[in-house]
């Protein structure tokens, strides 16, 4: 998740571009940089570290009128944040200059290819590949050029492209990646979302799919990839700045819930090989990884319930022992690790001071580390043996949302992964197939789950206690939701393993404390039911998230959400959003900011 | 734990045997018997089974007068539940019948030499030998005979010995095992505690370790091993019938409390031996138990809790890998157990049912299981490869205490068994003198524990929140005190790794959710006394439970308990009868019965 500004035409200055990027910098802060055309050319400046250390490089260039430009922030994917490997980047002429938002999957194949063409490559991302396959395709028309490009590409992208010999038009593109583009008298424009727009224009067009598109003063054209122009209306954005800031969205939360259709694909584009589970970070563990005696996850709060469901994936599916601890009790154990030892760190802001303490400790005894996290550079990215990265770009609201949903895919990947010399090619392959078609189930799910969640939230926000249980892959999924309402509702809720509730909790239960029973259609079904008999003799309400049109279920309970199904594993993933949103409009029904909750922090760098 | 009554003189019936014996049956119930002296001589009579059985069995004999008599009630030790095994045991001759309670620890050496000297017997019981040995011993003093008894036995015991050449006494010994006794001109008394007596006096004496007796109509006999006499005023008891069951005690639970210096002595007797911990119970295992892989742990509840000690036990102090899960998690995991696995099963009722369908499933999987049960015969103990029974004798409130103190002190030792060949025994050694040492520490405890947790209880019992935090192994001593909390107060409690708080649960804090903090004196103290510092910030009151004039501690915190100073590993035990006597308190203070809390079964048999 990187954030893209384009401006074209009127009366532009470095500064204005430099002003929009302020505004995308929630999507990405590891570097910035610019590209623009003045009389004498185009030229590119850009530098690691936040949109602030590049105005201080630009010093007093900023007041430089320019004919056009793009300027870009950077979530690190490919590539460490550094000077080199910032964007824009360009080709080897130095005429063409690209800015990219995304993913591309076969940049490794491509840049070969180019390389052994003679081109020479500055940086080490996936976005200079396009750069120069522009320069390959071009023939004097910019917007063939990339049409061409993107026959070449495998990923996601919103793409802008600017050319010395075209001063008077950016090009665009997009697949997979948000772009929103538009034009007045007074230029043309184009960003990752609306937000810098907003002082210049209030008609755009949210590009789709599949859209290339030339800017330039006075209109926009849409094209698809044939060449053919696409006709659409634009858009008239009504929101306020600070709406258009959460993407219409009342809070960053519901936001950023809202974008884990594309948080999935985003976890999961580059890690799938013919079908196959594929982990390039991994590559150089080499043997470790191939004769690995037993796993042990290290992680704390959501993270932590991430590593639970991986913890019985592994075991489960790949037969690899595998034990879990919370990282503040791991760094204080005695215990037993060493050659052999793969320890799995799951930290979202890689900075988690805990777990960073545990990897230093696994990797003093001879365990090998990778660590799992969302943050490019972070320290403990550095100091783990291999860093796989979720890709969901930053998230603003301190409860965890759309970055539990990244990591669950891609623990769900990495499982299965491990699982490649001990399983059938063919279950594996059909099981990536389910990952692969999660988006689109998510796409489905938003469209209704928050309806659901909302009338079940007006029903039940008055409680003070909850009781949330699961079994087996579901247990983890009990945990984290009662976590969610505890973090945004301050409601006490507790997460149980439903065959616990016998030796004790079940005391609590009566009309006071209702129950939140997760509840798919899998093998534990029946003991649920059981279990929530139980929960129901003691005037308990229940509340159920079970599998579409599941009757059992639907008598059994008081009130109910429906999922749809998929494989065992991957309900964690599908419950999520409902959980979130529970939370969430408990949260807001109960009159808190759900993005901004009591006595938490988003990233904890202190024991 | 078994029970025993004795009677002399008076117009005495087997059916008044009976029904004192009644009294007693909450102190076991495995099986029955009785002996008694007629005209015609004397004669047994048992079977296995509740004291129902022995009655039927006894059909119209219930009537018939007797010179003397003594009866049992048995919670099996040493052998199984059988008529064989049942209590009064005796001698070659027949004329010698026993009672006993308690274990002889070196029953195994005296029955060799017994059998060498050309002795026969009947039953794998360790009360026998005691028979033996009188019978060797006896030159036509019965007192005599029993004092050169006490000198070659080992062990803790209650005994009652009737001679049929001596139809007008019984004697007595106490070390460790609780007697009462005392005399009317109705006749002698002797019973495990003053139940059964009160019908018939108030006067008792209860008998100290290294007394003997003997007890006739009008007069009992206290004298020492020695022979001297010991002039002694007898107590007056005031208690109703209903408190003296439950030893003078408002509830169940709390006399249970009380009894827990006993339970570790039962816990502890036997399994010491040249200052180093052994398990004759184990021997059996052999390789089994020197070349472990690794360690699964099984529990469910409070077992549970003891098992998360064990765990990180077992890792800290052994070295040998072990992990945890709950049973009804376990049962349907796939997990990867096999040779050199074995699984410890923790299971008080001995029928839990989702750890015995997971010690069938580990089984199955070609590992070795070891159960902790208390109770001999049970479903756990037969399906075992290898059973340690935890002696903590019946436990009547459903809420888990002294046994759970018992399954601490018994897993301590076997995890410290488990170190014997890879830590120094000087190390061990120490550690099991401490563990020898805890009875005593426990009295001490004791003695002020309950007014401190009291006064406590009375400043919170009004909150309807609670969040136990601790480190390392105070962490499950937090999840075992909220889970006492929930049980029989329904306060809603969370039990949580203080450095979990900051991953959210600190979220709920605020000045009506107050913290319990253990923390005592180890190397974990300094990162909890910050955690406190944090909740303090929240307006979160705090209560800890700190080591003995901890001044550090005391100035973070509202309000405090005290506990003596351990070793780390000890700790879990001596913050138990805090624990739970804080929530006793908090829950008679909100008006509930804590032997009976709602919802909940002792042995839960379902899944």
Not at 282 to 309: P, Q
Not at 452 to 465: K, V
């Amino acid at each position: 998740m990187c954030g893209i500004v384009g401006m074209v035409g009127g009366d532009l200055t470095i500064k204005k571009l430099v002003d929009a990027l302020r505004k995308l910098e929630y999507r990405g802060y590891d570097s910035a940089g610019i590209a623009f055309r003045t009389n004498e050319g185009l030229r590119v400046e850009k530098s690691a570290g936040k949109i602030d250390v590049l105005e201080s490089h630009l010093g007093n260039m900023m007041s430089t009128g320019v004919l056009q430009g793009m300027a870009h922030t950077r979530w690190a994917t490919h590539g460490e944040p550094s000077d080199f490997n910032a964007h824009p980047h360009t080709d080897c002429t130095g005429k063409i200059a690209v800015v990219h938002n995304g993913i591309i999957e076969n940049f490794d194949e491509l840049r070969t290819a180019l390389e052994s063409n003679g081109h020479i490559f500055k940086s080490s991302t996936d976005t200079e590949v396009i750069a120069h396959l522009i320069e390959d395709h071009y023939r004097g028309d910019l917007i063939t050029a990339l049409r061409h490009t993107l026959v070449d590409l495998e990923g996601a992208y919103a793409i802008g492209v600017m050319h010395q010999d075209h001063p008077d038009i950016i090009v665009a593109a997009r697949k997979g990646s948000p772009l929103v583009i538009g034009a007045t008298q007074g230029g043309g424009f184009m960003a990752s979302d609306v937000t810098p727009l907003l002082k210049y224009l209030r008609d755009v067009h949210f590009m789709e799919d599949g859209e290339l598109a030339v800017i330039k003063t006075g209109n926009v054209q849409i094209l698809k990839l044939d060449g053919t122009p696409k006709v659409k209306a634009p858009t008239r954005i009504t929101w306020s700045e600070d709406a258009a800031e959460k993407g219409g969205y009342p809070h960053f939360m519901l936001k950023e819930i809202y974008e884990e259709p594309q948080t999935l694909r985003n976890a999961i584009t580059g890690r799938i090989k013919s079908k196959l589970p594929h982990f390039r970070e991994l590559e150089k563990m080499g043997e470790d990884l191939t004769k690995i005696k037993g796993i042990t996850v290290l992680a704390c709060g959501t993270s932590y319930h991430a590593g639970l469901v991986f913890q019985r994936f592994v075991q489960d599916y790949a037969g690899i022992r595998a034990e879990i601890d919370v990282a503040s009790e791991f760094r204080y154990r005695n215990l037993p690790l060493g050659e052999g030892d793969v320890v799995i760190a799951i930290s979202q802001s890689g900075e988690t001071a805990d777990t960073l303490e545990g990897i230093r400790k696994a990797r003093q005894s001879g365990a090998k580390v990778v660590s799992l996290t969302n943050v490019v550079g972070s320290t403990i990215s550095r100091e783990s043996d291999a860093v796989i990265y979720i890709n969901a770009g930053p998230e603003i609201g301190v409860a965890a949302t759309k970055t539990y949903v990244a990591q669950l895919a891609v623990l769900l990947l990495l499982g299965a992964s491990l699982a490649l010399n001990k399983r059938n090619p063919e279950v594996i392959s059909q099981l990536v197939n389910e990952i692969e078609g999660l988006p689109t189930v998510f796409e489905s799910v938003l469209a209704s789950a928050d309806e659901q969640c909302q009338r079940l939230a007006r029903e039940y926000y008055q409680f003070r206690h909850f009781m949330y249980i699961g079994r087996g892959y579901s247990y983890p999924s009990a945990l984290e939701g009662a976590l969610k309402l505890k973090e945004i509702s301050y409601i006490h809720a507790s997460g149980y393993q439903a065959g616990e509730l016998k030796h004790g909790p079940i005391a609590l239960l009566d009309r006071d404390f209702p129950v939140f029973a997760i509840i798919p259609e899998d093998e534990l079904k029946a003991k649920m039911l059981s279990n929530i008999m139980e929960t129901r003799a003691r005037d308990a309400k229940v509340v159920a998230i079970c599998s579409e049109s599941d009757r059992e279920v639907s008598r059994a309970v008081n009130s109910r959400i429906e999922v749809p199904k998929v494989s065992a594993p991957l309900y964690p993933l599908v419950m999520s959003p409902y959980l979130q949103l529970f939370a969430y409009h408990v949260a807001v029904a109960r009159g808190y900011d759900p993005d901004r909750p009591r006595n938490l922090a988003k990233s904890v760098t202190v024991e």
